[in-house]
T-cell receptor, first 110, second 114 residues
Framework: SQQGEEDPQALSIQEGENATMNCSYK?????LQWYRQNSGRGLVHLIL?????REKHSGRLRVTLDTSKKSSSLLITASRAADTASYFC??????????FGSGTRLSIRP | NAGVTQTPKFQVLKTGQSMTLQCAQD?????MYWYRQDPGMGLRLIYY???????DKGEVPNGYNVSRLNKREFSLRLESAAPSQTSVYFC?????????????FGPGTRLTVL
């Protein structure tokens, strides 16, 4: 089974709304990362949050981490059509072994 | 810099055939990875190489072998392809330095096994 599991599996929202997706993981971590994948493309790194951080911002992205619950959330504010993509969390039981979750497919309706 | 490159981009094999997927990075990264992604699914780790000279199994290593040829190159071999190995294969690299965990991905190889 995978280290990270995203929830929901799919999300459809209106342009301009906020999108929230969640990730749960199983083992202790050094950090947790979020990646985006546009259809048919490779993954692009979005943001990394370390285990001693609780919240991190990057532009319209906000990531939270709760190590006691082994969970993280990614919030995208003021969504745009270009945000349509799949989003994955990634972490690992050891620093070198990075494992991805199953992903959330985000669709932004015009 | 080209980043992470993968060859070929597309490949069709018959069951039982063998092939090697090539991956190279020009960022002087220590760690390299092979993932597979089935349609509509997340990435699953096949093998990884934390540093030159080492390789380790990931989540789904059966049916695959890898070679870390040098610091730049990490190849994935299918000895006897099966239809279940139809997938998109992604190679990735990271510096491998403590605290630097961002992975950089190649464009992928789309493999179909008939």
């Amino acid at each position: 089974s995978q280290q990270g599991e995203e929830d929901p599996q799919a999300l459809s929202i209106q342009e301009g709304e906020n999108a929230t997706m969640n990730c749960s993981y199983k083992t202790s971590i050094n950090n947790l990362q979020w990646y985006r994948q546009n259809s048919g493309r490779g993954l692009v790194h979005l943001i990394l949050i370390r285990s001693n951080e609780r919240e991190k911002h990057s532009g319209r992205l906000r990531v939270t981490l709760d190590t006691s619950k082994k969970s993280s959330s990614l919030l995208i504010t003021a969504s745009r059509a270009a945000d349509t993509a799949s989003y994955f969390c990634a972490t690992g039981p050891i620093p070198s072994k990075i494992i991805f979750g199953s992903g959330t497919r985000l669709s932004i309706r015009p | 810099n080209a980043g992470v490159t993968q060859t070929p981009k597309f490949q069709v094999l018959k069951t039982g055939q063998s092939m090697t997927l090539q991956c190279a990075q020009d960022m002087n990264h220590n760690s390299m990875y092979w993932y597979r992604q089935d349609p509509g699914m997340g990435l699953r780790l096949i093998y990884y190489s934390a540093s030159e000279g080492t390789t380790d199994k990931g989540e789904v290593p059966n049916g695959y072998n890898v070679s870390r040829l040098n610091k730049r190159e990490f190849s994935l071999r299918l000895e006897s392809a099966a239809p279940s190995q139809t997938s998109v294969y992604f190679c990735a690299s990271r510096t491998g330095l403590a605290g630097e965990d961002t992975q950089y991905f190649g464009p992928g190889t789309r493999l179909t096994v008939l």
